[in-house]
């Protein structure tokens, strides 16, 4: 951000659009086949999403809808915890893939054949 002068919307505008292509042709020098991977299973993973997004679409319980949507939102911050790995931001990456991993703990409480139940305390 140092080159960057708020008079001039162009040059913030330059660091929005920013493309770190050395950073990205080092990564996919090293890494090519663990992007190859990744998108293999990513894709696997959503052709699995698409099905039970179908199994619960017309259903009106709360927590099979619940867990349908949890599991997107999982996929999509695995996604994009990915990209900005690549894209060489390490630190929004690690956050993202800290909530893709709570998503997972909260899709398998959720996923409980039976219905959770939340006793209120009597004070």
């Known amino acids: 951000m140092e080159n960057v002068e708020p008079k001039k919307p162009e040059d913030i505008l330059d660091l929005i659009y920013e493309k770190n292509t050395n950073v990205l042709d ?64 390490q630190l929004p990456s690690g956050n993202l893939m800290r909530q893709v991993l709570e998503g997972i703990a909260l899709y398998s409480l959720c996923s409980l054949k039976d219905e959770i139940i939340i006793k209120k305390k009597k004070w």
């Not at 999403?49 to 349908?68: H, M, P, R, S, Y």
């Open 26 to 89: 080092e990564f996919q020098k090293h890494f090519s086949d663990e992007i190859c991977d990744f998108v293999l299973y990513f894709s696997e993973a959503h052709e699995k999403f698409k099905e039970l997004d179908g199994l619960v679409g017309n259903t009106t319980n709360e927590q099979k809808i619940a867990v349908a949507l949890l599991l997107f939102v999982m996929l999509d911050n695995l996604f994009v915890s990915v990209k900005l790995f690549i894209l060489g931001y």
